[in-house]
């Protein structure tokens, strides 16, 4: 018994977005899908499947929300998108905070990490505070806060509902909404900045590699993201970006990421792809690992793709 490339079934999976659209042709066959990696990063909707999905047209649409909501935000460095998974559709957010020491001791970590959730928090509300739209078309908000070094401080997710009302929330209410927030990452030790050497020749900053990966997208794609982490399993790129359910669109994005990624500085531990419809429905979620990324032959990185979504029988031919 052999082992499908993992090319085939990632094209399988595809084939399931498609079924979605009109059905497989007659007698087609879809070969099993493999599941993949192990990780602390979990995909978990904040809400029970059931409810239904906003629409992409109309007053509200996603993409519309994001637009409206960029000139709010008052970091310099931040990603905002959107996506559904499970039928959640939920907003996330990524931002470098200033205020955050990269070379912080053990005795300030945990000061630093309630202040990372108080800025999540603050942001959280201001989105939501900022577009009519905002909490119509997201049942979420997930907020990830980095350092300058891109260090993660904080992850969680917040009900739109358990945000303030009132425009001018109190101390108080900041307080309740930090502690509303289901949190999936807070910083305990020392961060990896902290020793590292500086960049050997060659290298490329994150900014750098950021404006490389955007290059590759037309800018008036709302939904299309790239943001850096490192937190205690290593560092990592996520990448978001929509297209139809056809496998030839989603390698063409996927190569187009993986060839900016080689000469980042620090180096790439994994790249998480996330590949979305012009809804925001989440088609296929894949992790290769940095030295797949970074090998000369690209076959290396495709082939050796963990699938983390959609869920399926980790069963080969």
């Given at each position: 018994?052999h082992?499908?490339?993992?090319?085939?079934?990632?094209?399988?999976?595809?084939?399931?977005?498609?079924?979605?659209?009109?059905?497989?042709?007659?007698?087609?066959?879809?070969?099993?899908?493999?599941?993949?990696?192990?990780?602390?990063?979990?995909?978990?909707?904040?809400?029970?499947?059931?409810?239904?999905?906003?629409?992409?047209?109309?007053?509200?649409?996603?993409?519309?929300?994001?637009?409206?909501?960029?000139?709010?935000i008052?970091?310099?460095?931040?990603?905002?998108?959107?996506?559904?998974?499970?039928?959640?559709?939920?907003?996330?957010?990524?931002?470098?905070?200033?205020?955050?020491?990269?070379?912080?001791?053990?005795?300030?970590?945990?000061?630093?990490?309630?202040?990372?959730?108080?800025?999540?928090?603050?942001?959280?509300?201001?989105?939501?505070?900022?577009?009519?739209?905002?909490?119509?078309?997201?049942?979420?908000?997930?907020?990830?806060?980095?350092?300058?070094?891109?260090?993660?401080?904080?992850?969680?997710?917040?009900?739109?509902?358990?945000?303030?009302?009132?425009?001018?929330?109190?101390?108080?209410?900041i307080?309740?909404?930090?502690?509303?927030?289901?949190?999936?990452?807070?910083?305990?030790?020392?961060?990896?900045?902290?020793?590292?050497?500086?960049?050997?020749?060659?290298?490329?900053?994150?900014?750098?590699?950021?404006?490389?990966?955007?290059?590759?997208?037309?800018?008036?794609?709302?939904?299309?993201?790239?943001?850096?982490?490192?937190?205690?399993?290593?560092?990592?790129?996520?990448?978001?970006?929509?297209?139809?359910?056809?496998?030839?669109?989603?390698?063409?994005?996927?190569?187009?990421v993986d060839?900016?990624?080689?000469?980042?500085?620090?180096?790439?531990?994994s790249?998480?792809?996330?590949?979305?419809?012009?809804?925001?429905?989440?088609?296929?979620?894949?992790?290769?690992?940095?030295?797949?990324?970074?090998?000369?032959d690209?076959?290396?990185?495709?082939?050796?793709?963990?699938?983390?979504?959609?869920?399926?029988?980790?069963?080969?031919?």
């Amino acid at each position: 018994m052999h082992q499908r490339p993992l090319s085939i079934l990632l094209m399988a999976v595809m084939g399931l977005g498609l079924v979605g659209c009109g059905g497989p042709s007659a007698g087609a066959a879809v070969p099993p899908v493999s599941t993949g990696p192990t990780s602390t990063v979990t995909i978990v909707p904040i809400r029970t499947p059931g409810t239904p999905v906003p629409g992409a047209a109309g007053p509200c649409s996603p993409d519309q929300v994001l637009t409206a909501l960029r000139p709010l935000i008052p970091y310099s460095e931040f990603a905002l998108s959107h996506n559904i998974i499970d039928e959640i559709h939920n907003l996330n957010v990524w931002f470098v905070d200033p205020g955050l020491d990269p070379l912080a001791v053990e005795d300030e970590i945990p000061e630093i990490v309630a202040m990372a959730s108080r800025h999540a928090a603050l942001l959280s509300h201001l989105i939501m505070q900022g577009s009519p739209c905002a909490s119509t078309a997201f049942r979420g908000i997930t907020v990830i806060v980095v350092d300058r070094d891109y260090n993660k401080w904080f992850e969680g997710q917040i009900f739109s509902a358990d945000l303030p009302a009132s425009p001018n929330p109190t101390d108080a209410e900041i307080e309740l909404a930090m502690q509303a927030f289901a949190q999936g990452y807070g910083r305990s030790r020392r961060t990896a900045s902290v020793g590292r050497p500086g960049p050997p020749d060659g290298s490329c900053t994150w900014a750098e590699t950021q404006a490389g990966l955007a290059s590759h997208f037309d800018p008036s794609r709302q939904n299309v993201v790239f943001y850096f982490v490192a937190d205690d399993e290593g560092t990592s790129v996520w990448a978001q970006w929509d297209g139809p359910p056809e496998w030839d669109t989603f390698l063409t994005g996927l190569l187009n990421v993986d060839r900016e990624l080689s000469c980042l500085y620090p180096p790439l531990d994994s790249l998480w792809a996330v590949y979305v419809d012009d809804t925001g429905l989440a088609l296929l979620i894949v992790v290769g690992s940095g030295d797949a990324v970074r090998a000369p032959d690209p076959t290396v990185l495709v082939d050796s793709l963990q699938i983390v979504y959609p869920p399926g029988d980790s069963s080969g031919g």
